[in-house]
């Protein structure tokens, strides 16, 4: 293929110069002079203390005097809640477990059929049998509790949202904040109005379980056919008897889909209302046995976290949807009245039980959480003796990864750490390098792919530590308005310049490092494995549970091998967010390239193209948009990890959060979790907006 004319070149638009590439072009001279004058002027890497301001304590002075004022009315709600959660936990642990298993086993059937059932049985007997029952019925009684709290408010904010259309910006910022600033921030205002006990946790679960309900509720009612409303109508229903009657019933589906998601978002919360609870449940089982380093009883009770976890999903979700194939046979046979024969076949046999044997527990003598020393010695002798495979690959992903990410080449490149000095002549050639790649890129691509390659070479040279405040506030604020408007462009500048007066600079950076690296990471390994499993059904079916267990788990849960294996660190840390994170990308790559069009991928065959060639210049380009979805999920799942990440030892946003929790400093809490929401909700506009275009283009 012969070069093209240079007066060719100079007239493609891929060269021409397009008024916003000259904002971007400014940003680089002022990010080449901060990279020359930091050494004069340090303050352009590290934003001088005198600059804060003492937000915390001015929102520390309102909460104490709104505390002072609403604490009655608040802990009487607390003891008004009490009660029915005394009642439900009581009425649990009065139910014998062959009881809840007959009950569970005809609820499974009714839902998805035999193998759910199965499933039930075996999961309720390995509960038994580790000897965690007591504690599981104690974190189910705080589920069954925050539920339909959760379920109702969520109903009602949905259908608000619904009938007044304006109200609907409010609410669904309402709803981003409410599922991107981390439980750890609003449980310090939760404990200092409600007190510390069990109720907190409730009420903490109820919260955050919420929004799901809320989302499902606009969404369903938005979807009902506007022929459905209309034969209403016509039948002459008042518009409370079209509500209930008709577009409810329509909706049905899609509210039991947002009580399948509101569910797990209370079980998730199980942990983390442990910490505020302090009565024995799973969720206190699991942090207590970590805290101890009993890895053996951290398996054994995270491993209960996830197969109720799964149970509940499956059940929930059974009775929300449609098998696909069908109802089976089973499902058939269980019909209305058979369930709730079954259901009071099931509280008969615990009354017989109870009147034949008052005393008896029907629980195991000895259970195998009291059997774990051994297994916990094992466990230790494993990471001993294989103590230099471990920490050969934390020391390689760390000096190879993690310190040229965070501190840059500038800081990494040293002796002690790679074996040589970064001298004038490896700089020019960094340079260099960096200038051709962006070249390449600029030819093949277009500017947008050149100006990423050079931000990309900045990054990599100073790393995230050393980023000019000036440079990265202006470059985001830029991005954001070039992508989305200048709304989002001002929503980044207000943002990042609150968190920098505030003194959260060093933990904002030290979060994007973190959650970047998770990211890029999570894309690599998510999106070969969904590409494979787009590719086999084999592989699909394989990952397909690997896939559930890991997104119903609790995110405490990732935390257990983590630790086990890697202490701590924050490369402990890195593993448990890519655990909790490489879900999104595994599905949405299979999904968007199993669904792009078959007669464009034929078309590409028969053009002579290989299954290379196929993959990366017809099929990934299709499911482009469908991959970028994985991408936003994954930042949020990202983000949202880094207040848990933080009990491994992180210095990032997330242990801010974590430190004002055990110093009661609501202020700082509340702003440290409200910087982790502004990163989840901008990097969620930025990526809608980018999908959006691409869609429209």
């Given amino acids: 293929m012969t070069a093209a004319p240079a007066a060719t070149l100079r007239s493609s638009p891929r060269f021409a110069v397009e008024p916003a590439l000259l904002p971007w072009c400014g940003l680089a001279v002022l990010a080449a002079l901060c990279l020359l ?117 969520g109903f009602l904010l949905g259908v608000l949202g619904y009938a007044f259309p304006r109200l609907r910006p409010a609410l669904l910022g309402l709803l981003d904040l409410m599922q991107t600033v981390p439980a750890f921030a609003y449980l310090i205002p939760l404990l ?49 008897q079209q509500f209930w009657q008709v577009e409810v019933p329509t909706a049905l589906p899609q509210l039991l889909v947002g009580f399948n998601q509101t569910t797990m978002a209370a079980l998730s ?83 017989v039980i109870h009147l034949a044997a008052p005393d008896a527990t029907l629980l195991p003598d000895t259970a195998l959480r009291t059997q774990m020393g051994p297994v916990n010695q094992w466990l230790l002798g494993l990471v001993r003796d294989y103590a230099w495979f471990f920490d050969g690959v934390r020391n390689a992903v760390l000096y190879c990864l993690l310190l040229p990410m965070r501190i840059g080449i500038s800081g990494a490149a040293a002796p002690a750490i790679w074996g040589f000095a970064l001298s004038p002549s490896v700089v020019t050639g960094y340079c260099v390098l960096v200038l051709v790649a962006a070249g390449l890129l600029l030819h093949r691509f277009g500017w947008r792919a050149g100006l990423a390659a050079l931000a990309a070479g900045f990054i990599l040279y100073t790393g995230f530590l050393d980023l000019p405040w000036p440079v990265f506030i202006l470059a985001f604020a830029l991005l954001a308005g070039q992508v989305s408007g200048v709304r989002l462009g001002i929503f980044a500048l207000v943002g990042f310049a609150l968190i920098l007066v505030n003194g959260l600079w060093p933990q904002l950076v030290q979060s994007l490092y973190l959650c970047t690296v998770a990211v890029l990471l999570c894309l690599l390994v998510g999106g070969a494995l969904g590409v494979w499993a787009a590719h086999s059904d084999r592989v699909s079916r394989i990952l397909k549970p690997i896939c559930d267990a890991l997104q119903t788990m609790p995110q405490f849960v990732f935390l257990i091998p983590a630790l086990m294996f890697f202490k701590v660190g924050e490369f402990t840390a890195l593993i448990a967010i890519m655990l909790y994170a490489i879900v999104p990308p595994i599905r949405y790559v299979e999904h968007g390239l199993r669904h792009v069009r078959a007669d464009v991928v034929e078309a590409v065959e028969q053009m002579g193209a290989t299954r290379t060639q196929t993959l990366l210049q017809a099929k990934l380009p299709l499911a482009l948009p469908v991959v970028m979805l994985g991408l936003n999920q994954t930042i949020m799942a990202a983000l949202s990890m880094l207040a848990i990440a933080a009990l491994v030892g992180t210095r990032d946003l997330g242990q801010a959060v974590y430190v004002a929790l055990g110093k009661a400093d609501a202020g700082m809490g509340l702003i440290a979790g409200l910087s982790i929401a502004f990163l989840a909700i901008l990097a969620d506009r930025l990526i809608q907006a980018a999908v959006a275009r691409s869609a429209a283009a």
């Fill in 192 to 240: 200092l109005l409600f007190g510390f006990g069990p109720v907190v946790g409730l009420i903490a679960s109820a919260i955050y379980a919420t929004p799901p309900m809320v989302r499902n509720t606009m969404l369903g009612l938005d979807r009902v056919p506007a022929a459905i409303s209309e034969a209403g109508l016509m039948s002459g229903c008042t518009r409370r």
């Fill in 269 to 351: 919360m199980v942990i983390v209302a442990a910490i505020i609870g302090g009565f024995e449940d799973i969720g206190w089982e699991v942090l207590s046995s970590m805290r101890k380093a009993e890895f053996g009883q951290s398996i054994l009770s995270g491993l209960v976290i996830a197969l109720l976890a799964i149970l509940i999903d499956r059940l929930t979700i059974g009775f929300a949807r449609e098998p696909a194939t069908g109802p089976t046979p089973a499902m058939q046979w269980m019909t209305q009245r058979r369930l709730v024969m079954s259901l009071a076949a099931a509280f008969a046999l615990a009354v």
């Fill in 37 to 153: 004058l930091k050494t004069d002027f340090p303050w352009l890497v590290t934003f001088p203390k005198e600059w804060t301001l003492p937000m915390a304590a001015y929102l520390n002075a309102v909460t104490d005097a709104v505390v002072a004022v609403v604490q009655p009315a608040f802990r009487a709600l607390s003891a008004l809640l009490d009660a029915p959660m005394r009642g439900v936990r009581v009425a649990l642990a009065w139910l014998p477990w062959p009881a809840v298993m007959l009950a569970t086993t005809a609820l499974a059937v009714k839902s998805s059929g035999g193998r759910l059932a199965i499933f039930a049985m075996l999961a309720l007997a390995y509960i038994i049998l580790a000897g965690y029952w007591p504690q599981s019925m104690n974190t189910l009684a705080l589920v069954l509790l925050a539920v339909p709290i959760s379920t109702v408010l």
